[in-house]
């Protein structure tokens, strides 16, 4: 069983940054590959970044925040963080944090959030005009 708790979220203005973070619970953290999602008011939870380590570390990232936003993790910490830069009104959602063990799959497996088993509470991100 891994336990997320999200942190990071608030209020910015337009352009400016936050950064999220995900502390996990549990010995294995560094096996898991970890998934950040988001969901705005009436629309479905979307795909943002996965970071995962096979043989090396592998990121995927939505196109929508490509350039803007960057994954990382420390396994020591057991955390993974989202930079979020230049954000956008758009980028407005709560942001969850995922967890699902680490494979041999390509960006389609880990771009869908069904795949994931384990999830954080959410964080709220507010980008004012």
């Known amino acids: 069983q891994v336990q997320l708790v999200e942190s990071g979220g608030g209020l910015v203005q337009a352009g400016g940054s936050l950064r999220l973070s995900c502390t996990a619970s549990?010995?294995?953290?560094?096996?898991?590959?970890m998934g950040w999602f988001r969901q705005a008011p009436g629309k479905e939870r979307e795909f943002v970044s996965t970071?995962?380590?096979?043989?090396?570390?592998?990121?995927y990232y939505a196109d929508s925040v490509k350039g803007r936003f960057t994954i990382s993790r420390d396994n020591a910490k057991n955390t993974v963080y989202l930079q979020m830069n230049t954000l956008k009104p758009e980028d407005t959602a709560v942001y969850y944090c995922?967890?699902?063990?680490?494979?041999?799959?390509?960006?389609?497996?880990?771009?869908?959030?069904?795949?994931?088993?384990?999830w954080g509470q959410g964080t709220q991100v507010t980008v004012s005009s």
């Open positions: 549990g010995r294995t953290f560094s096996s898991y590959a």
């Open positions: 970071i995962y380590w096979t043989c090396r570390n592998t990121y």
């Open positions: 995922a967890a699902v063990r680490s494979q041999y799959s390509g960006s389609y497996y880990y771009r869908d959030r069904s795949n994931y088993d384990y």
